[in-house]
């Protein structure tokens, strides 16, 4: 599988904007860039997923790089509910069951 | 729809003793899969089904059976309880994935599992 490496922790001040960088420089041509995040004693929820265009969703946006060796996820304006630790993961694309391969993510705080 | 539903929340287990973690779905999902997270780390995969009657294993499947005879249903057994499998563990599902958003991974609410 692919690898990412993104930073162990990240802070913020709430109401500003968020940018959550992951480099991916052994992405295959077929690997979709996933973020999940974790929030506090729950399961990880899907945030967005993209392949080579920059995405916008209701949560957050993906933008990604022209070489596609590094992404950013962008929260637009931080809320102290965006406290979580985000995962960013590549996904192989043309086969149905290939499972998710969670790192270690990184830790985001946002401070009121 | 309720999602991905774990039972229970929380258990405390003897070393050598045995328990099945329940997994329920209402999604109509064919994927199905079990992670343990340890403290301070991502979540590792231990087993995963495409449908029902198939399984495969995933990178940490010692330890663990699993089985599954409904697309909703996907129980993981652990037989003999040991110390290592303290974690928390978390069920999901999906669709089969091919890139559309629609097909992403839904997981439950985790159940906190200690082996003393």
């Known amino acids: 599988d692919a690898k990412t490496t993104q930073p162990n922790s990240m802070e913020s001040n709430e109401e500003e904007p968020v940018h959550l960088p992951c480099n991916h420089s052994?992405?295959?041509?077929?690997?979709?860039i996933h973020w999940y995040r974790q929030l506090p004693s729950q399961g990880p929820e899907y945030v967005i997923h993209g392949l080579t265009s920059n995405v916008n969703n209701r949560m957050a946006s993906l933008a990604i790089a022209e070489d596609r060796k590094s992404s950013t996820l962008i929260l637009h304006r931080a809320t102290l509910r965006d406290a979580a630790v985000y995962y960013c993961i590549l996904r192989e694309g043309t086969s149905g069951n290939t499972p998710l391969v969670f790192g270690k993510g990184t830790r985001l705080s946002v401070i009121a | 729809n309720a999602g991905v539903t774990q039972t229970p929340k929380f258990r405390i287990l003897k070393i050598g003793q045995s328990m099945t973690l329940q997994c329920t779905q209402d999604m109509n999902h064919n994927y199905m899969y079990w992670y343990r997270q340890d403290p301070g780390m991502g979540l590792k995969l231990i087993y995963y089904s495409v449908g029902a009657g198939i399984t495969d294993k995933g990178e940490v499947p010692n330890g663990y059976n699993v089985s599954r005879s409904t697309t909703e249903d996907f129980p993981l057994r652990l037989e003999l309880a040991a110390p290592s499998q303290t974690s928390v563990y978390f069920c999901?599902?999906?669709?089969?994935?091919?890139?559309?958003?629609?097909?992403?991974?839904?997981f439950g609410p985790g159940t906190r599992l200690l082996v003393l």
């Open positions: 052994t992405i295959s041509g077929t690997d979709y």
């Open positions: 999901a599902s999906s669709l089969p994935w091919s890139g559309g958003p629609q097909e992403t991974q839904y």
